[in-house]
């Protein structure tokens, strides 16, 4: 259902978007790419970590990662786009502290796909306030009590995304911007190095990050 639901909104904002295109800020619209840095936390949600068992830790680290996406002005105030992203973090259990494994076991984090939409205010003609929401899969990879990885054996999770940013426009086409996400996994499976897996489980897996961001418009 949130598939069908994400891809409405994505479909209605690019068949919607050119109806507004007369009188429109040209600051932020069009393709964009850049680089993000940030800080990166997995927890258990408010439930029970994994629904595997009830350890009540987390982990942290570096968070790194590559964006796309392409923007359209509504008038000139307003801003809706469709957006992409590639990451990964170095955030992983400590293999010697069989309390901080969250339900996992030894987990590092893995790839993290997010794709979704935002919309957005100008606050001044260089200075976008927006929200966005999507789609999230990552992955947990297994590690030993080593904390070394298990040939190409990991969790794979599916959940939501939602955040908010201020992003600034600088110059002709650079951009930069700060901005904070909350996802939640509430599926998961344990996928194989022989391509093989466990059938989707109940999770309640939260991730939140910070991060900053710069980048172009063509």
Known sequence: ???????????????????????????????????????????????????????DEDTDGFLYGVEAGYDVAVGNKAVVGIEGELSDSTAETDP????????????????DLYIGARAGILATPSTLVYAKGGYTNARLDLTTDYGERINDEHYNLDGYRIGAGVEQAIGGNAYAKVEYRYSNYGDARLEFDDGSNTDNFSVDTDRHQLVAGVGMRF
């Open 96 to 111: 010697y502290d069989g309390d901080a494994q969250f339900g996992y076991g030894n987990v590092e984090t893995g790839r």
């Open 1 to 55: 259902m949130r598939y069908a639901l994400m891809a409405a909104l994505i479909g209605s904002t690019a068949i919607a978007a050119p109806a507004f295109a007369q009188d429109a800020n040209p600051t932020f619209t069009g393709p964009r790419v850049g680089v993000i840095v940030g800080y990166d936390n997995i927890r258990p949600g408010s439930s029970e970590d994994t629904d595997l068992d009830n350890d």
